[in-house]
């Protein structure tokens, strides 16, 4: 686990949750989300890509041991890891986008750079 928040959920859950979201964001490129969700995916998704970058059948399982879609897991060593070849880390922005109106929970922006 890269950070100490909780996020408000017993450790099976936010496992859950955090392995569904890097997913989804690894599928997708960009996602919405709140300020301490998107500070969670970040180094999980990097690592997901750094994983992508190594190219060989060890790799490729301890990817699909953490993403929950095995198209996802291809997509990344296929086409997205491909892309940072020649970049050591830092494949991921957070950029926030101010408060949420139902309840003021911090917004932000994730995306691949």
């Known amino acids: 686990m890269p950070g100490t928040r909780k996020l408000g959920k017993a450790t099976a859950a936010r496992m859950a949750m955090l392995r569904q979201q890097v997913t989804d964001f690894l599928d997708k490129g960009r996602m919405d989300t ?15 890509i750094t994983l992508g970058k190594k ?12 993403i929950t879609r095995e198209d996802v897991a291809k997509k990344v060593f296929d086409e997205i890891a491909p892309k ?13 986008t101010g408060n949420r109106r139902g309840d003021a929970a911090e917004t932000a922006v994730i995306e691949l750079v």
């Open 34 to 48: 709140t300020l301490a969700r998107a500070k969670e995916v970040a180094p999980l998704a990097e690592k997901m």
């Open 55 to 66: 190219k060989n059948l060890a790799a490729y399982r301890q990817a699909l041991a953490f």
């Open 84 to 96: 940072y070849a020649e970049r050591n880390g830092g494949y991921t922005r957070v950029t926030r």
